[in-house]
């Protein structure tokens, strides 16, 4: 009957054990999931453009060695499902969310919905209207329009006709940099004779438009274009029409098809946007916030009701007398890809 009583006890004893481990284990599990690792996620617009895969890499690295979990999701292009991977990462009660948006407009419902509950958000590259962000952070935009239109002055001194192909009009980069070009060329001989945008930043919209306007003002002297992979649309249509290398082609971005067009002598100038910068100050701002650390921004700007801390970069133009300077020299591109076609 001992044994019995002393084996039943054991039994107890056992079970008991095993129930308080669990409990304990569960709670320091918990305890980890909130003090040992931050939680980014973070929503991209498409990787469809060149540049966003950088931007990816650079942030989720730079991140990673801050001690952060990232998150990435990719939309395709889809406002509703970005505000579904939005609504995901609220789900998950994410430190921060970061997003470079579809829709600078659409998603301003679901970007207050995560502050309300109290998560850091990041605006990446494209300001969301009236989200009250934590953080805007890309690059003077107003100055790129600036830039490109500086650039076109120069290559053509007694002015001509210009076809601008811009990008989505849902990105709110593209009136800033819109705001820029105009304002640079308000006295100037150039004339704006056509001008489209790409839904969706569709590349293959350029080459469309840019064979439409061909076909009304033959004769044109400059394409400006939203970014490098729109006007590496524009330059087959030109290509089509004989005209590549005649009519002073610009885009921004730096992606490397348009510097080996530059050095090749077909696209005049790209504006240079270090990616490697943005993406790393934003990774490390996004750790900041998450600790509760301040920003030290030194501008603020205005999302339509909010002014929001603003982390501002400077873009530089690239022509073929500074690329090695800028784009080799910084380590952005390799020589031999850059001059690829020119060393064969």
């Known amino acids: 009957m001992r044994g019995k009583r002393f084996l039943a006890f054991l039994v107890i004893a056992v079970v008991l054990l095993c129930g308080c481990g669990s409990s304990s284990d569960k709670q320091k599990v918990n305890e980890d999931r909130k003090t040992d690792k931050i ?15 950088r931007d990816r890499d650079v942030f989720v690295s730079t991140a990673t060695k801050l001690g952060a979990d990232v998150n990435v999701q990719n939309a395709n292009g889809d406002v509703q499902e970005q505000i579904s991977q939005i609504e995901y990462f609220i789900e998950k009660n994410m430190d921060v969310i970061v997003v470079v948006a579809v829709d600078c407009e659409k998603l301003t419902p679901v970007m207050q919905k ?24 890309s690059f003077d935009n107003v100055k790129v329009g600036t830039l490109i239109a500086n650039a076109l002055q120069e290559a053509l001194p007694d002015g001509g006709k210009i076809f601008c192909i811009k990008g989505s009009m849902e990105d709110n980069n593209v009136a800033l940099v819109e705001q820029g070009f105009q304002e640079a060329i308000a006295n100037s001989t150039l004339e704006v004779v056509y001008e489209a945008n790409c839904k969706g930043w569709l590349a293959e919209e350029a080459f469309d438009y840019v064979t439409e306007a ?5 004769n044109v002297a400059g394409v400006m274009c939203g970014n490098d992979d729109l006007a590496s649309y524009a330059f087959r249509a030109l290509a089509e029409n004989r005209k590549a290398g005649k009519v002073m082609l610009i885009g921004q971005d730096a992606d490397l ?24 100050e934003a990774a490390e701002c996004a750790v900041k916030l998450a600790k509760g650390e301040p920003l030290g921004a030194k501008e603020t700007i205005s999302d339509g009701e909010n002014e929001i801390p ?9 022509t073929r007398e500074n690329m090695d300077e800028i784009i080799i020299d910084g380590g952005f591109h390799l020589k031999e890809d850059v001059y690829l076609n020119i060393n064969k």
Request: include cysteine.
């Open 39 to 53: 939680q980014i996620g973070m929503a991209f617009d498409s990787f469809v453009i060149e540049r966003w895969v």
């Open 114 to 137: 995560a502050k309300k509950v109290g998560i850091r958000t990041i605006c990446y590259d494209r300001l969301v209207s009236n989200a009250n962000a934590d953080l805007y952070i």
């Open 214 to 218: 061909l076909a009304k003002y033959p």
């Open 257 to 280: 098809a348009a510097c080996q067009r530059i050095v090749e002598g077909t696209q005049y100038m790209t504006v240079y946007k270090s990616v490697d910068s943005l993406a790393g």
């Open 310 to 318: 603003f982390q501002k970069l400077e873009p530089v133009a690239v």
